[in-house]
């Protein structure tokens, strides 16, 4: 009997794959209507998704076939949605993450920052935080994180270390600096994603645990929580910084096409920012209070051997920095198209003034028709055309006699290694189910099921639907959480006359609210496999963060985030024939 239970388990991916579809079946048989149709493909979707029997990438084209077959859009008109706006955008923000990675400049800017902030314990958690939190806008959280925590440990080893003169007047040199890049076989997740229920971390310096008091373990424990927990929260500030915000601006841009490029990496940022920061200073405050104890002048690394230790941590940083060298051509260049990407980004169409966009490519409204991921790629482009060195001819050492031009700052090889192309499918796939959703009025019967909630005070919505999705992400793709999530919600808010952003930018934050599993997000699970930790530490640490995040987020959609969106009003661009009164009511505080 346990052999047949064992083998049922190992077959478990291809008997949900066949049986779940016929399970679903008496749905669209019973009721053969467009929306019972789009129902049972939506909630096969969200199945697999859930259960991951599929890659997501691959459950991400089931609309390609279902549509089509059942009526529901065309195969043209669902293929569109697989390569919008956003998805462009997501591929140039990548180009440049990537170069940044190819030329080292994130391991340049983790040490200097260090060295500026310093390595007593206290302001250590907080200087790895702040430094992983920046990174992880930028770059993959994944990215950053497999290159924080050998990092982390190498500088922990020289505070638990017993001083000798050489480590305070030198610094020891540390192996676990050597961070090993992944190699073209290996295959690494990008922007907080599972790779069909199997997390895949980037490969770094193995790190065996060694014996240690209590305190150096707790205070172990804390660092390395607090780089995986600082990239999900940081990830949350920039439009690309994760997946879910940019299923967010491709959800609302087809939902909602006249809403006039409400949600733009400007507007994004004014609102996602200081609810990053609020809640990077409240982790900060409860990992120093749960791993470090109360005792701040303790905290603060005041004290005779301490700051012995604290010295030698420090000695090691600055000599990895010195090991980086002067800064080349490569890194300044890449450096400099950064800083640019993200002016233009700024300054494009900003809102509160006229941007270059409005000015050089306006349409006949005025409108910039230009948008970010038309920024995004032409900043990538140039990474292609760049030259790594300084201009000048030099002999080629496989060909003696003829001369040889540098290489480009980004080739296509180095592309195709690192750019995750699966989310790319999974995006689309999110865009073709709201769209499917819209086209065959199963927005409009979810709606209209939903209006029950007009009683309901708006800020207790936005809280419920925090904790709601807070939860959901700890076991399920955060993109797949807010894909199947956020079409439900814009149609519950056009119900109830409710502005859908409102709704819609909570459920999105609240989807990189995954700090209580090892198995939730990438990040935790690097850090988890460094040793060290347990399920129950990572837990107990991990849910009051999570409580901490639903309000900081509550506080965000209840307070500054109205006058960057105009939520006191039901917009114009969300009106549609079931919600034509809406714009004649009085709207809803």
């Given at each position: ?330 890194e300044k260049a890449v450096s400099l198209l950064f800083v640019t990407l993200v002016v233009l980004w700024f300054t494009r169409e ?240």
């Amino acid at each position: 009997m346990a052999t047949c239970w064992q083998g049922l388990w190992a077959y478990r991916s291809y008997l949900l794959v066949f049986f779940l579809p016929i399970f679903l079946l008496p749905l669209p048989i019973l009721v053969p209507t467009k929306e019972a149709y789009c129902a049972y493909s939506i909630i096969l979707m969200a199945l697999f998704w859930c259960t991951e029997a599929l890659p997501l990438a691959v459950t991400a084209l089931f609309p390609i076939i279902l549509y089509p077959m059942m009526g529901i859009m065309d195969a043209s008109e669902v293929c569109i949605e697989y390569l919008k706006d956003s998805n462009i955008l997501f591929i140039g923000g990548l180009l440049m993450a990537i170069a940044v990675e190819h030329w080292n400049l994130h391991k340049r800017i983790a040490l200097r920052v260090l060295l500026i902030i310093g390595v007593r314990p206290a302001l250590l958690l907080l200087g790895f935080m702040l430094v992983t939190a920046f990174l992880s806008m930028w770059i993959s959280n994944t990215a950053t994180t497999a290159m924080m925590v050998p990092i982390a440990h190498a500088v922990l080893d020289q505070l638990h270390r017993t001083p000798t003169g050489k480590d305070v007047e030198e610094g020891s040199d540390n192996p676990t600096f050597e961070l090993q890049e992944p190699s073209p076989q290996k295959k690494e997740t990008k922007f907080g994603e599972k790779d069909n229920g199997q997390v895949h971390p980037v490969p770094a310096a193995s790190l065996e645990p060694t014996a240690q008091q209590p305190e150096e373990l707790r205070f172990s424990q804390g660092m390395s929580l607090c780089v995986c927990y600082s990239a999900s929260i940081g990830g949350i500030a920039t439009l690309t910084g994760t997946t879910p915000n940019l299923v967010l601006q491709g959800q609302v841009n087809s939902l909602f096409p006249q809403n006039g490029n409400v949600v733009n990496f400007a507007s994004w940022f004014g609102f996602a920012f200081p609810a990053m920061a609020i809640l990077l200073l409240l982790s900060w405050l409860w990992l120093q209070i749960l791993f470090l104890g109360f005792n701040f002048r303790k905290n603060f690394g005041i004290g005779g051997q301490a700051q012995e230790r604290a010295r030698a941590a420090f000695r090691v940083i600055q000599t990895e920095h010195k090991l980086l060298g002067p800064m080349t051509f490569a890194e300044k260049a890449v450096s400099l198209l950064f800083v640019t990407l993200v002016v233009l980004w700024f300054t494009r169409e900003p809102g509160f003034f006229v941007g270059w966009g409005n000015l050089a490519f306006p349409d006949k409204d005025g409108k910039s028709m230009a948008s970010d991921g038309t920024v995004a790629i032409f900043i990538g482009i140039i990474l292609f055309l760049v030259p790594s060195k300084i201009p000048g001819l030099t002999p080629d050492p496989e060909n003696p006699g003829r001369l040889k031009a540098p290489p480009a700052l980004l080739n296509w090889k180095t592309v195709n290694e690192k750019m995750p192309w699966n989310i790319v499918f999974l995006l689309g796939g999110g865009f073709a189910l709201a769209k499917g959703s819209e086209k065959s009025g199963l927005s409009e019967w979810l709606g209209d099921k939903l209006t029950p909630l007009q009683n309901v005070p708006s800020p207790a919505i936005a809280f419920i639907i925090c904790l709601l999705i807070a939860t959901f992400t700890e076991c399920t793709s955060n993109v797949a959480t807010t894909t199947l999530f956020l079409p439900i919600l814009a149609s519950m808010a056009q119900a109830i006359c409710l502005h859908p952003l409102y709704v819609m930018l909570p459920c999105t934050l609240a989807a990189s609210l995954a700090f209580m599993l090892p198995v939730a997000t990438p990040p935790n699970a690097i850090v988890f496999s460094f040793g060290g930790l347990k399920v129950s530490d990572m837990a107990r640490t991990g849910f009051l963060l999570n409580i901490i995040g639903v309000l900081v987020i509550t506080l965000a959609i209840n307070s500054w985030s109205y006058p960057i969106f105009n939520l006191h009003t039901f917009p114009s661009w969300a009106d549609t024939n079931n919600t034509a009164n809406c714009l004649a009511t009085t709207p809803r505080p």
